[in-house]
């Protein structure tokens, strides 16, 4: 069991450019959460989707954050136009059964806006 | 609207005391509650979780955390801290039912004094 994987671990943008988060969850599990965390704001949740499906976008900046889960084994949240203050740390985590509340989470990517 | 506080930001003990991490919360319906610890620069592990039961929950290496509805709480302790401990500890609330959202607290850091 690889866990969560998420690439790239480090990414750095320009202001403006698009950035694209890539999130491999644990086999079998049918859920995957996006969090963005900061110093400032903590652990603040994005989106997150229950087999492929999205359930809650809740957390996203509607115009320029967008989510989406093409199949079981990836999902993506790309970013556009970004801007300095999206810098960030993205975790992704998935979640093997509804209901069953527990998280397991990737190491995250540190995304750097200059 | 679920909402988690962690009233300390930072918690320092020398190794081999014991520490509590406190966790108040808000929440109408029945729920999750459950802790996280987070090591640097590596994303959330799950430590334990209670829904009901017994208001005593053990995880795993000596963690155990208390529930109490008179009290809003969850209060995480350990008995004897080791140095490996230190990380931000976080705690967590979501609904039993319908939306699978977990709300994180702020997060407390804890540093273990050799």
């Known amino acids: 069991n690889a866990g969560v994987i998420q690439t790239p671990r480090h990414k750095v943008t320009g202001k403006g450019q698009e950035a694209t988060l890539w999130c491999e969850p644990i086999s079998g599990h049918s859920a995957v959460f996006w969090y963005r965390q900061t110093i400032v704001q903590g652990l603040e949740f994005l989106t997150y989707f229950r087999n492929q499906a999205p359930i809650d976008d809740s957390g996203m900046p509607k115009e320029r954050f967008s989510a989406q889960m093409p199949n079981q084994s990836h999902s993506t949240l790309k970013i556009q136009s970004t801007q300095p203050q999206d810098s960030a740390v993205y975790l992704c985590a998935s979640s093997l059964n509804w209901g069953q509340n527990t998280l397991y989470f990737g190491a995250g990517t540190r995304l750097s806006v200059l | ?114």
């Open chain 2, 1 to 114: 609207t679920q909402t988690v506080s962690q009233s300390d930001a930072h918690v320092t003990v020398f190794e081999g005391d014991s520490v509590e991490l406190r966790c108040n919360y808000s929440y109408g319906g029945s729920i999750y509650l459950s802790w996280y610890i987070q090591h640097h620069g590596r994303g959330l592990q799950f430590l334990l979780k209670y829904y009901s039961g017994n208001p005593v929950v053990q995880g795993v290496n000596g963690f155990k955390a208390e529930f109490s509805k008179s009290d809003s709480s969850f209060h995480l302790r350990k008995a004897s801290v080791h140095w490996s401990d230190s990380a931000v500890y976080f705690c967590a609330v979501s609904a039993i039912w319908g939306n699978e959202k977990i709300t994180f607290g702020a997060g407390t850091k804890l540093t273990i004094k050799p």
